[in-house]
């Protein structure tokens, strides 16, 4: 009786187990394989995840549209003088429909000037990513012309030098003597930490129990430089950007962006940054945008839709400045 009592209790169990790992890795099947980071992006082994090509997703905000490259902006135009930009989500142009993002605004202005501007940003990237994801496009541009690196202040410097960001694995370039490494490649879609953070009900218990998540991620190996050996990934990855724009005969221009709360208190990834750029390297050409808006007090809350996405006329104003710190004619 005693073993008929078990058998029927294991039965039960897995009549419930089965159906609900079932439902999670039909979410992933359904979901999470086609929205990796955001509804624009696929998992990518190379960069941890990649705009999709021939995308258009309506959001509340706006449409998102992506050519057959999967850049949010027009096919290339080999015929005109070409712009690339390169950041993240606030280049990319968050929280805005595709006719109000920087690179459309700062396209449409250069236009009678014979130039077309490319938006290579992608949401969630970071300056590893962004030397990537160059690395395999740059090529492309028959008449690069300018490569505009926009730098965030709020978090490009911490998820550099992690191996995760936003749940998912990314990559990771570490030191070894004075060489920079990259670790961690090829990402597999079956990674821990991608199987965690595309799992329904993983993704529930670990916001329900912090031990749970901390379990979760240790056995997922996550993994953060120490600062000061950041400090050195950053550096050597920037002089790669450098480097990559200068052997296709183009200009690199970097806008230091800033978080809205550095306007509060300068925070130390913005310090850190203009130092950088402005005084231990003459050799980058930089836009400080912080310096720009501090001659806007009153319409910060008109220029960013958050703490550190701008809004259409944020766009439009980066685009301006860009624009008069350049002489692109």
Not at 48 to 65: E, L, M, T
Not at 111 to 128: H, M, R, T
Not at 152 to 158: L, P, Q, R, V
Request: charged letters at 25%; hydrophobic letters at 40%; one cysteine or more.
């Amino acid at each position: 009786m005693r073993k008929i009592n078990i058998v029927f209790l294991l039965l039960i169990s897995l009549s419930f187990i089965v159906p609900l790992l079932i439902f999670d890795r039909m979410h992933f099947l359904g979901i999470a394989s086609r929205n990796w980071h955001d509804p624009n992006t696929r998992f990518d082994s190379e960069i941890g995840w990649s705009p999709i090509p021939n995308r258009h997703v309506n959001q509340a905000w706006g449409d998102i549209s992506s050519n057959s490259l999967g850049f949010r902006s027009e096919e290339i135009d080999q015929s005109k003088k070409q712009i690339i930009i390169l950041g993240d989500s606030v280049a990319w142009g968050f929280g805005v429909g595709d006719k109000e993002t920087m690179p459309y605004y700062l396209n449409y202005k250069l236009e009678p000037f014979d130039y077309q501007v490319s938006n290579l940003a992608v949401s969630g990237y970071s300056i590893d990513q962004y030397y990537i994801y160059l690395k395999r496009h740059i090529g492309k541009f028959k008449k690069l012309k300018y490569v505009i690196l926009i730098i965030y202040t709020g978090n490009d410097f911490n998820e550099t030098i992690r191996n995760v960001a936003y749940g998912k694995r990314k990559p990771l370039f570490v030191m070894r003597g004075k060489q920079l490494v990259l670790t961690n490649v090829p990402i597999s879609r079956f990674d821990l930490r991608n199987l965690f953070s595309t799992s329904r009900i993983l993704t529930i218990l670990s916001s329900k129990s912090w031990r749970i998540n901390k379990f979760f991620n240790s056995i997922a190996r996550q993994r953060v430089l120490d600062a000061s050996v950041g400090q050195d990934v950053v550096s050597l990855l920037l002089e790669k950007i450098y480097e990559t724009v200068s052997e296709h005969n183009a200009k690199l221009v970097v806008v230091i962006s800033p978080s809205k709360r550095d306007f509060n208190e300068k925070t130390n990834d913005l310090l850190w940054f203009q130092d950088f750029f402005l005084k231990r390297n003459s050799r980058y050409f930089c836009i400080d945008y912080f310096t720009i808006l501090g001659g806007y007090p009153n319409d910060l809350d008109r220029i960013y839709i958050d703490k550190g996405h701008f809004s259409n006329f944020g766009n439009e104003l980066l685009a301006e400045n860009i624009i008069k710190n350049v002489d692109f004619k």
